[in-house]
């Protein structure tokens, strides 16, 4: 039990350093320095303005000086971090080099989800880290790097299909660096499954906005994100269901 909170507190220290990457990355500002501060008033915040989690609350969720509302993300963004390390960890039971570097790969695309929401692109630097974590990801090195490549190949045939198809460039360079990160990671089964349950979970939202008839484009990192977590989380079960299926 010990051990889960530790994992947890360290997951929303982590967390506190993704919503730097979020907010700095895209603006192409430096992530280390200067320290933070209230993009409002400008003021630098204290340290105990910078508590991962707690200091939303006792902020009351507003800047200690200038009192304009801090976005629920920030807290949220560090809670899910938090909530990833402690699920990563139950699935490794002990922390060695192949959790921190599976933690670093689901908080990297965790940062990639939020950056596609907000910009509809992702920053290649941190789409090619998780790509590079993956391919350490888990002792054959070489198995990772053919997956990915297999997977990269794969989501690149299909984006030439619907480009074709619906006249346009389907989907965005930076799905297909995450194809090979889930490549890398999950190998080709679950990966093709990962793909497939993304979609899936895509067609709500992508409904949706037909109906309202917005022609919002949909991000696509989150899905294949939340869809890597699912199929690597349950593996054990989705590899059954394969061999079940198709032998
Ligand atoms: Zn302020």
Redesign the pocket.
Known sequence: MIEIILVFIIGICIGSFLNVIIYRIPREKNIAFPPS???????RLKPWHNIPLLSWFFLKGK??????KISLRYPLIEFLTGLLAVLVYTKFHHIDLFFIINFAIFATLLALSVIDLDYKAVPDSLNLLALTLAFFSSPDILENLKNALILMGGMSLIRFYISYLIKREAMGEGDIIVAGTMGAMLGTKLAVIAVFIASLIAIFPSLYNRIKNSDLELPFIPFLALGTFITWYFDDFFLNLWSRLYG
């Open positions: 501060s209230c993009p409002k008033c400008n003021n800047c200690a000086y200038c009192k304009e």
